[in-house]
C-alpha cells in the first residue's frame, strides 16, 4: 500500500492551495485518513483529522483556514488551505489506518505519505 501526496508548492501570504493524497494497493479497507504536518525544529503534529463520528477536527492554528475532506470512492484525502500565513510553511504528511489483504489473511497497518513541501512566503 502506498500514500501519494501532492499538491504542495511555493505561494504567497494569503494564498491557497489544495492537497491531495490517494491511497493505492491491496486495500481491503481504510479506517481514517488525515494530515499532519512537521516544520522545522518541531515535532509532527496533527493539523486535520475526522472525529469517528466524521467531524472535522483541526488544530487551533489552522481553524476557519483550512478544510479537510475525503472521497471514500477514491481512497483520497484533501487539504483545501486558505488564508495561508508563513507559519504554515512546512512538510505536510497524510496518514492514514488500512486493512490490506495479506497473503493468507487481512491485517491492519499505519501508512504514512512521502510528504509534500509546503512554503508560504511573505
Known amino acids: 500500500v502506498q500514500l501519494q501526496a501532492s499538491g504542495g508548492g511555493l505561494v504567497q501570504t494569503g494564498g491557497s492551495l489544495r492537497l491531495s493524497c490517494t491511497a493505492s494497493?491491496?486495500?481491503?479497507?481504510?479506517?481514517?485518513m488525515d494530515w499532519y504536518r512537521q516544520v522545522p525544529g518541531k515535532h509532527r503534529e496533527l493539523v486535520a483529522t475526522f472525529t469517528t463520528a466524521g467531524n472535522a477536527n483541526y488544530v487551533d492554528s489552522v481553524k476557519g483556514r483550512f478544510t479537510i475532506s475525503r472521497d471514500k470512492a477514491m481512497n483520497s484525502v484533501y487539504l483545501q488551505m486558505n488564508s495561508l500565513k508563513s507559519e504554515d510553511t512546512g512538510v505536510y504528511y497524510c496518514?492514514?489506518?488500512?486493512?490490506?489483504?495479506?497473503?493468507?489473511?487481512?491485517?491492519?497497518?499505519?501508512?504514512w505519505g512521502q510528504g509534500t513541501q509546503v512554503t508560504v512566503s511573505s
Open positions: 496518514h492514514a489506518g488500512i486493512s490490506v489483504f495479506g497473503d493468507s489473511k487481512p491485517y491492519y497497518d499505519v501508512f
Open positions: 494497493g491491496s486495500i481491503v479497507s481504510i479506517d481514517y
